[in-house]
């Protein structure tokens, strides 16, 4: 059964940093493209980044770009999300998930970050 | 990027009767290579993350009911659950995968009438 776990959020003010990392279980982590998708409080899904199996290849919302981070380790079975120059509306429920290719296939509880002063 | 655009935004359905969600994508997501529309069907229960329902626009994921269902291609397409549950109350949303960003719908709220 695959098992993806997210720590890391918080409160954090604005122009801060987070770290958000999720653990992987029950499926073959070097073998899948992985992604931080997002939902603010009470709004719809948005996708934030993605990171191919070997870490080669990493595509970003362009809101997010030059801001956030994604990365692996692969030894780990860990997926991360360096968050930087944070802003309000980069609050909400960020979640780690598992890609077949692109397909998001399963999905987190989620990790709850919080940008205010 | 590609725009995803979902109706109606809610609906009122009575138990056992069917509900019909629309989607609509600003170009095609249908990848030539892989003879596959790229889209995908999401379910949300309330505090709980998505599920996976329907990807390639008409495949449903290991599990998943049979009275989901999925249709279109190219820029229009259709979730339909044939025969509503009490447990189907959630917000659906649509995906594509085509390209990045990926991007979703807006959601569409099902509830019971």
């Known amino acids: 059964e695959v098992q993806l776990v997210e720590s890391g959020g918080g409160l954090v003010r604005p122009g801060g940093s987070l770290r958000l990392s999720c653990a992987a279980s029950?499926?073959?982590?070097?073998?899948?493209?992985m992604n931080w998708v997002r939902q603010a409080p009470g709004k719809g899904l948005e996708w934030v980044a993605n990171?191919?199996?070997?870490?080669?290849?990493?595509y970003y919302l362009d809101s997010v770009k030059g801001r956030f981070s994604i990365s692996r380790d692969n030894a780990q079975n860990s997926l991360f999300l360096q968050m930087n120059s944070l802003r309000a509306e980069d609050t909400a429920v960020y979640y780690c998930a598992r890609g077949r290719g692109w397909y998001i296939d399963s999905w987190g509880q989620g990790t709850l970050v919080i940008v205010s002063s | 990027d590609i725009v995803m655009t979902q109706s109606p935004d809610s609906l009122a359905v009575s138990l056992g009767e069917r509900a019909t969600i629309n989607c609509k994508s600003s170009?095609?997501?249908?990848?030539?290579?892989?003879?596959?529309?790229?889209l995908a069907w999401y379910q949300q229960k309330a505090g709980q993350p998505p599920k996976a329902l329907i990807y390639g626009a008409s495949t449903r994921e290991s599990g998943v009911p049979d009275r989901f269902s999925g249709s279109g291609s190219g820029t229009d397409f259709t979730l339909t659950i044939s025969s509503v549950q009490a447990e189907d109350v959630a917000i659906y949303y649509c995906?594509?995968?085509?390209?990045?960003?990926?991007?979703f719908g807006g959601g569409t709220k099902v509830e019971i009438k």
């Open positions: 990171i191919k199996k070997d870490g080669s290849e990493k």
């Open positions: 029950g499926f073959t982590f070097n073998n899948d493209w």
């Open positions: 170009q095609s997501v249908f990848d030539s290579a892989s003879n596959a529309n790229e």
């Open positions: 995906q594509q995968y085509y390209n990045s960003p990926l991007t």
